[in-house]
C-alpha cells in the first residue's frame, strides 16, 4: 500500500520518529515533522534503493520527539 494509506491516524504533526515496514520483512526508519516531510524521505529512500513507493506494509510513530 502507499505510505499515505498506511500513515492514517499514525502520522501527526509535531516531531517523531517513524519506523516503516515495507516489503514484507523490511524496515527502515526517519525522523520526520508529519505527513509531507515523511512522504519526501520515503520517496527519495525509494528512490535510491530501487524500492516501490507503494510496498509499504505498516507505519507505526515511536518517538514524540522533543518540541513541536
Given amino acids: 500500500m502507499t505510505l ?3 500513515a492514517a491516524g499514525v502520522v501527526s504533526p509535531g516531531k ?3 519506523n516503516i ?3 514484507s520483512d523490511d ?3 526517519f525522523d520526520a515533522y ?3 516531510e515523511l512522504l ?3 520517496i ?3 528512490a535510491e534503493n530501487g524500492f516501490r513507493t507503494d510496498s509499504v506494509d ?3 510513530r515511536v518517538c514524540d520527539c522533543g518540541e513541536d
Fill in 4 to 6: 499515505v494509506m498506511a
Fill in 16 to 18: 517523531g520518529t517513524y
Fill in 21 to 23: 515496514g515495507f516489503n
Fill in 27 to 29: 524496515e527502515t526508519q
Fill in 34 to 36: 508529519d505527513i509531507a
Fill in 40 to 42: 519526501d524521505l520515503w
Fill in 44 to 46: 527519495d529512500f525509494c
Fill in 58 to 60: 505498516y507505519v507505526e
